[in-house]
């Protein structure tokens, strides 16, 4: 079955699950490693609160194409959170679709998981879960839009409003490549959306490669306005013909997230964000 552009088919329990390409194996060790390598200051929270956040959660299951099944962002999450030094104390979960939402909450249930489920869509579901969270816990965001025009600034702004936050943001490089031209007409919001009010700084009559970077250097700088520094380097996720398809980027204020960051992504295997990076 075809929803929204993305194929899914169905478990043996009659839930959604999610075609996808090899590399999402890459993208949830990232995000995993990082759960593993964030616990021993998640352990110092458990009290305050110590949440995951995942506002594009999709089924919570997936199934590699011609390979096999492996759980999705917010299960493999969990799973890796349970067996580390701390637990995640809250799973707050979210998607456009009801029912991907509602496939990958009965996931979470199942495992005894402390899901909370909120409807999306993202923008409207991330005030809420930042709302019902305690500011002074920690807490890990993990951002992942199927496109660039999904990841709108104000999701990152309202997570700035907890006290402590990390985030790893999925930022789309096919996005950007492919659609440059067509995104900064002004037929198209898509830029707009990612770094607000570009517009006024960035000039569009030059080079492709001139006008990336100096996009992705001003919504560099928009999150240094807000408090959520990146990681100098990025995790480049490619696909089965070594394409460049996106960024893993590490977003957080304290320093330890960005060495615990280095130590699960090396400067060798993460590239700065070079658009002529091969």
Same mark, same amino acid.
């Given at each position: 079955?075809?929803? +929204?552009?993305?194929?899914?088919?169905?478990d043996?329990?009659?839930?959604?699950?999610?075609?996808?390409g090899s590399?999402?194996? &890459?993208?949830?060790?990232?995000?995993?490693?990082?759960?593993?390598?964030?616990?021993?200051?998640r352990?110092?929270?458990? !009290?305050?609160?110590?949440?995951?956040i995942?506002?594009?959660?999709g089924? /919570?299951?997936?199934?590699i194409?011609?390979?096999?099944?492996?759980?999705?962002? =917010?299960?493999?999450?969990?799973? +890796?959170?349970?067996?580390?030094?701390?637990?995640?104390?809250?799973?707050n979960?979210?998607d456009?679709?009801?029912?991907?939402?509602?496939?990958a909450?009965?996931?979470?249930?199942?495992l005894?998981?402390?899901?909370?489920a909120?409807?999306? =869509?993202?923008?409207?579901?991330?005030?809420?879960?930042?709302?019902?969270?305690?500011?002074?816990?920690?807490?890990?965001?993990?951002?992942? =839009?199927?496109?660039?025009?999904?990841? *709108?600034? &104000?999701?990152?702004?309202?997570?700035?409003?907890?006290? !402590?936050?990390?985030?790893?943001?999925?930022?789309?490089?096919?996005?950007?490549?492919?659609?440059?031209?067509?995104?900064?007409?002004?037929?198209?919001?898509?830029?707009?959306r990612?770094?607000? /009010?570009?517009?006024?700084?960035?000039?569009?009559?030059?080079?492709?490669?001139?006008?990336?970077?100096?996009?992705?250097?001003?919504? *560099?700088? +928009?999150?240094?306005?807000? /408090?959520?520094?990146?990681?100098?380097?990025?995790?480049?996720?490619?696909?089965?013909?070594?394409? !460049?398809?996106?960024w893993?980027?590490?977003?957080?204020?304290?320093?330890?997230?960005?060495?615990?960051?280095?130590r699960?992504?090396? =400067?060798?295997?993460?590239?700065?964000?070079?658009?002529?990076?091969?």
């Amino acid at each position: 079955m075809v929803r +929204k552009g993305k194929r899914y088919s169905l478990d043996e329990h009659g839930l959604l699950v999610e075609d996808v390409g090899s590399w999402a194996v &890459d993208k949830l060790k990232i995000v995993t490693d990082y759960v593993q390598a964030s616990s021993a200051a998640r352990r110092r929270y458990l !009290r305050s609160e110590a949440a995951y956040i995942d506002v594009f959660c999709g089924p /919570g299951r997936s199934q590699i194409r011609r390979g096999a099944l492996i759980d999705g962002s =917010p299960v493999a999450a969990f799973k +890796k959170a349970k067996v580390s030094l701390a637990p995640f104390t809250s799973i707050n979960i979210s998607d456009a679709d009801p029912e991907l939402l509602a496939a990958a909450q009965k996931r979470l249930s199942d495992l005894g998981a402390p899901v909370r489920a909120t409807p999306g =869509p993202a923008n409207s579901a991330i005030p809420k879960i930042v709302e019902s969270l305690n500011k002074n816990g920690l807490h890990f965001a993990f951002l992942d =839009p199927h496109n660039l025009g999904t990841l *709108s600034f &104000d999701l990152l702004e309202n997570l700035a409003m907890l006290k !402590r936050i990390d985030i790893i943001v999925h930022v789309s490089v096919s996005d950007l490549q492919r659609n440059t031209d067509r995104y900064t007409s002004t037929d198209h919001d898509q830029f707009d959306r990612f770094a607000p /009010g570009w517009r006024a700084h960035i000039k569009t009559n030059v080079s492709q490669k001139t006008f990336r970077d100096s996009l992705i250097e001003y919504w *560099s700088d +928009k999150l240094e306005s807000i /408090g959520l520094p990146r990681a100098k380097h990025a995790e480049l996720i490619r696909g089965t013909r070594n394409q !460049r398809l996106y960024w893993l980027i590490l977003l957080a204020r304290h320093e330890l997230a960005h060495t615990l960051w280095e130590r699960i992504s090396s =400067p060798a295997r993460s590239p700065e964000l070079d658009f002529d990076a091969e």
